[in-house]
């Protein structure tokens, strides 16, 4: 890819970036979140078309004007936001769009093909799952199967540990060098320094939608590519001031929640969070971490138990009137929840607090309040956008995450719900969100925080609380926290209350 111009109203995403890509090579493509690493790949594709550049495959020049003409030229990519549709099988989503066959389709066969594939690379999954049955990381591995089943021999991985637990990244890195190994080259766009040191032949960087170097393996440091990314020097390891923890703000009673399978998800849980605290929450994705928070926020109903809120009965309250007691909620999925794609970003910035003066008066919006709530927003949490009219879905993760942080703290809340707050950031937001945690822990704000980054947990919390099953099966002082015990009370091997 030479020259490569990409532009979208007020920005130029690709400044005339150069990417070269070798037969049988793991190449990174590293750079913070807005940086150009996915409208670039995006290009590859044929998603989007260049404004300049040129693109050569083997050596000859194409055009690529669409992902079907990409995927004839033997390129796959896998979304960092899938894009599987959720009622049909891990089948159908694979053979969906396939002009082959035309007429008579046997779907044995199919099923067959996939099986024999997914064995071949050990990605296991189930033909006739339905998509909504699926955890993030076994969707992804439909998405991968699916580019496999089309012949891709170049694939591109959008973000792809951004969704994994530990295992599952460990599986999916194996799967990339088993890819190199047969001669097949892989893109691997991310942000995290560990993951692109560890899997890349070769790493390019961009910044601010221009290249700023290709490094190879011998050449990569952790601080230097941290500095390449972002223009300055990053601080891995965050100051954590001494915070005396106050009244209790948080209090869970035996609470169980059930799953959307009708099985209980969280069961007889009992835990408490102060003012100026926060708990981390440590377990693998999956062990009713999501539905715990959402019952907190309102989102799933409580089975049995009770949850209380500055010693307040809540459980049966709406989600509107836990907003107006104090509850900021994070979610874990950013775009399907957090932040309605389809709003403008002054829109998603009011969210919360439309209902309220000045913003409404009866059932009238007062939008000249609306815009200077956004614009006083988007300068204090320093949202890179275009303006406050952009729709949010042309946010970067980074600054979508910072718009979501912008709209939940900004009522000063009593208790913040904060799911994966920096999965999928870059080290410079991933720096910002941190440090914006700790000043609301600070301001006395009580934090649960949900996290499977052990570092995250350990730097963060003041307490810590591991989840297994739906159940709660250690809670701890961080400062009193042996990482070896986490990992077995995550695998459900050990208890200590």
């Not at 490569?4 to 400044?15: L, M, S, Y």
């Not at 954590?240 to 399978?261: A, F, I, R, W, Y």
Request: some cysteine.
């Amino acid at each position: 890819m030479n020259g490569i111009v990409k532009r979208f109203p007020g920005v130029v995403a690709n400044d005339r970036v150069n990417f070269e890509l070798r037969a049988g090579e793991v190449h990174g493509l590293l750079g913070e979140n807005g940086a150009g690493k996915t409208t670039l790949m995006n290009v590859l594709y044929g998603i989007l078309r260049p404004e300049e550049g040129e693109i050569y495959i083997r050596g000859e020049k194409v055009d690529i004007g669409s992902p079907r003409e990409a995927i004839n030229l033997g390129i796959g990519m896998v979304h960092q936001h899938f894009k599987l549709v959720e009622p049909h099988t891990v089948l159908e989503n694979i053979l969906l769009g396939l002009k082959e066959p035309a007429f008579i389709l046997n779907l044995k066969d199919a099923a067959n093909k996939v099986l024999e594939i997914s064995k071949r690379y050990e990605l296991p999954i189930d033909p006739a799952a339905r998509i909504w049955q699926l955890s993030m990381g076994e969707r992804q591995r439909v998405e991968i199967l699916k580019a496999l089943y089309r012949g891709a021999n170049i694939l591109v991985l959008d973000e792809p540990t951004s969704v994994l637990t530990p295992p599952e990244t460990k599986e999916l890195f194996t799967f990339i060098a088993q890819m190199a190994r047969e001669g097949r080259s892989v893109v691997f766009i991310t942000h995290k320094l560990d993951e692109v040191m560890a899997a890349s032949d070769r790493v390019t960087v961009l910044r601010a939608g221009r290249n700023v170097d290709t490094l190879s393996r011998e050449q990569l440091d952790k601080s230097k590519l941290a500095s390449m990314m972002v223009g300055r020097e990053v601080l891995f390891t965050l100051r954590k001031s001494s915070v005396v923890p106050g009244e209790l703000v948080l209090e869970l009673n035996q609470v169980t929640v059930m799953g959307d399978k009708g099985l209980p998800a969280v069961k007889n849980l009992t835990l408490t969070i102060r003012r100026g605290e926060i708990l981390g929450v440590a377990g693998i994705a999956g062990n009713g971490q999501r539905e715990l928070t959402e019952a907190i926020a309102g989102m799933r109903p409580i089975l049995a138990g009770q949850v209380q809120l500055c010693g307040k009965e809540i459980h049966r309250e709406s989600i509107s009137r836990r907003i107006e007691d104090g509850i900021a909620y994070i979610p874990e999925d950013r775009v399907g929840v957090a932040a309605p794609q389809g709003l403008t970003v002054s829109q998603d910035l009011v969210l919360r607090r439309y209902r309220e003066k000045p913003f409404s008066s009866g059932v009238f919006l007062n939008q000249q309040e609306i815009n200077n709530n956004a614009e006083t927003l988007i300068s204090e949490f320093k949202i890179m956008v275009s303006g406050k009219d952009a729709p949010a879905r042309t946010l970067s993760g980074g600054n979508l995450q910072k718009l979501i942080l912008a709209r939940e703290l900004s009522g000063n809340p009593k208790l913040i719900v904060a799911v994966y707050p920096t999965r999928g950031l870059d080290v410079g937001a991933t720096e910002y969100v941190r440090s914006l945690l700790l000043k609301q822990r600070e301001a006395g704000a009580a934090l649960l925080m949900v996290s499977e980054d052990l570092d995250e947990i350990l730097s963060l919390s003041d307490r810590i609380a591991v989840m297994y099953g739906g159940e709660v099966v250690g809670t701890f002082p961080a400062s009193e926290a042996n990482v070896e015990e986490i990992g077995l009370m995550m695998g459900g091997s050990l208890r200590k209350t």
